[in-house]
């Protein structure tokens, strides 16, 4: 595991990349659902600290996510997004399945 | 002044990155605003995108992108010899997407619209998909809006 995933309870961070795009995604939604599976994540925190650029794929990745978890009754979590990814949660409807933290 | 670059690439998630990178770079010499430099490059990123993914699939083709520079209005043309969109208004409401299999998220169209001034697409089945945007440079906000 690399430091990009952290499992802390039964939580997993996910530091995203710099740009998140169709190629960046694939590798970090197959990497989630493995951590995921093994290691009976309720919660998944998604972390924008580095992230300067995301098209609809991201979108993708945390609505992925969120049915995931959400059938068990866990959360998805967003930090650290500037006011611009916030834009991008809210018009693609997420803001209702996800919780923005600073 | 008029100003045009053209670039034709293999429909490739790898040349999605620097598809956006080459567009932003034809602009910078406008003193764009990182706002506008950023819209850009999403909508770059949505239209190339889909042609690797929606266009061609797993058996590739070619993507062209024409952009023209008249003064400070950008014009940007993404063009894909693919599959073809059956119905192209079906295909533009948010979140629709025939891919949810690949957690595509149906926002592509409409970050191109929220993205740039203008959005036109023309497509025939079995033919290709043309993307048209225009945004005007310069004209951004000093300060980015919170909402
Ligand atoms: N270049 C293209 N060639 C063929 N079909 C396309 C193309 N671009 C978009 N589409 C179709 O339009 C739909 C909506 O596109 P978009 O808004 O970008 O959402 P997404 O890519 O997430 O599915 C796609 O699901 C696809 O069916
Ligand atoms: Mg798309």
């Given amino acids: 595991m690399n430091e990009t995933f952290q499992i802390i309870d039964h939580y997993l961070m996910i530091r995203l990349p710099e740009e998140i795009d169709h190629k960046s995604c694939r590798e970090i939604s197959r990497q989630a659902d493995h951590l995921m599976l093994d290691n009976r994540i309720e919660h998944v925190v998604f972390d924008f600290s580095d992230t300067k650029f995301m098209d609809s794929s991201g979108v993708g990745v945390l609505a992925g996510r969120y049915r995931k978890v959400s059938c068990f009754g866990g959360k998805v979590y967003v930090i650290h997004a500037d006011s611009r990814m916030k834009r991008i949660l809210r018009m693609s409807g997420l803001s209702k399945m996800i919780e923005f933290m600073e | ?147």
């Fill in chain 2, 1 to 147: 002044m008029e100003n045009k670059i053209r670039i034709e690439m293999e429909a490739l998630p790898e040349n999605e990155g620097f598809a956006r990178v080459a567009v932003a770079a034809f602009i910078t010499y406008l003193n764009p605003t990182v706002e506008e430099i950023t819209d850009v490059k999403t909508a770059v990123s949505e239209a190339v995108t889909n042609a690797v993914i929606h266009a061609y699939g797993e058996k590739g083709g070619k993507i062209v992108i024409r952009c023209d520079l008249q003064g400070d209005l950008l014009h940007i043309e993404i063009e894909d010899a693919g599959k073809g969109i059956e119905n192209v208004e079906q295909a533009m409401v948010p979140l629709y997407t025939t891919r949810p299999d690949l957690e595509r998220s149906g926002m592509g169209f409409a970050f191109m619209e929220a993205f740039m001034d203008s959005l036109e697409v023309e497509s025939e089945t079995g033919k290709g998909t043309l993307v048209i945007m225009e945004k005007k440079l310069g004209s951004g906000p000093w300060i980015p809006d919170e909402e």
